[in-house]
Each structure stands twice: as C-alpha cells, then as structure tokens.
C-alpha cells in the first residue's frame, strides 16, 4: 500500500528531500505516478529510482527497523486507533481475533502507534516505558531535578 495525494497520485515521501521514495522502505515511484510530468522529468526519476533500487538488490542481507513496535495481543482493545495514525500503513485489524498486528518489515518505530493506544498494548522493542522513564529520570537527576 501506498499514500496518495488528495489528486490520488501517489505520495512521495518528500517533495523535495526524497522525490522518489515512499512511506515503505525499498518501494519507489517516478513518472507520472506522482502527477504530469513532462518525459524529461520522468526519465531522470526512473533512473533515480533504478539506481536506489539496485542498492538495495545487491545486498545478501536486508536489515529491518531495531524499534520496530510490538502489541500485546491480551491487553490491544481492537479500537482501531493505531491503524489511522499510523503513517507507513504497518497495522491491520485482525478480524478473528479483534486485535491490531503490526507488519514489521512495515513498520518504521515512529512511535505514533504507541502515542495513542488507550491501552498501553503497543511498546517499542528497545524502547519500553520502563526504559524511556530511566532516561527521564537520569536526565533531571543530571540536571539537578
């Protein structure tokens, strides 16, 4: 799945800083996909987009998010919530079970998923409240507070 504009074009990334790439890491887009383009134009960005793909091609490995989230499936409510925030479509519902699963090639540990859980059912690997807490609490003892 892919973002797309409010003209349904697809949705880069970044206009200017990431023209070709997408939400979804390894997934590019030139031409006309993302609006009219004059040949030129969509020339230059397929090349780009081949060249960053082939990056990615010639590596015998391929190294996934270390904060990537996870969701306790005995606490996760199924409200849905994390779904609609989440920017790299990385959630779905889980019909049977009514809970959200996170995808993880997918997900990017932006965090936002987590920040509106009513639940608390969704941590970060290397990121759990218990941690980030110890880093506030180291911080302000730092600092005098």
Known sequence: RITRSEDGF??????????????????????CCQGPKDIPDSVSQASGAASKASTI????KLQSEATIATIDDDICSGCKMCISVCPYE??????EDEVAEIT???CM?????????????????GFTDE???AMIEAGLTEKGG
Do not use: W
């Open 131 to 133: 941690m980030l807490e």
């Open 10 to 31: 697809l949705q880069e990334a970044h206009p200017k800083l990431r023209p070709m790439d997408t939400f979804t890491n390894g997934i590019f887009i030139a031409g």
């Open 109 to 125: 540990g932006c965090g936002s998923c987590a920040s509106v859980c009513p639940t608390s059912a969704i941590e970060h690997k």
């Open 104 to 106: 993880d090639v997918l």
């Open 57 to 60: 091609l010639s590596k015998d």
């Open 90 to 95: 990385a959630i779905e519902y889980n019909e």
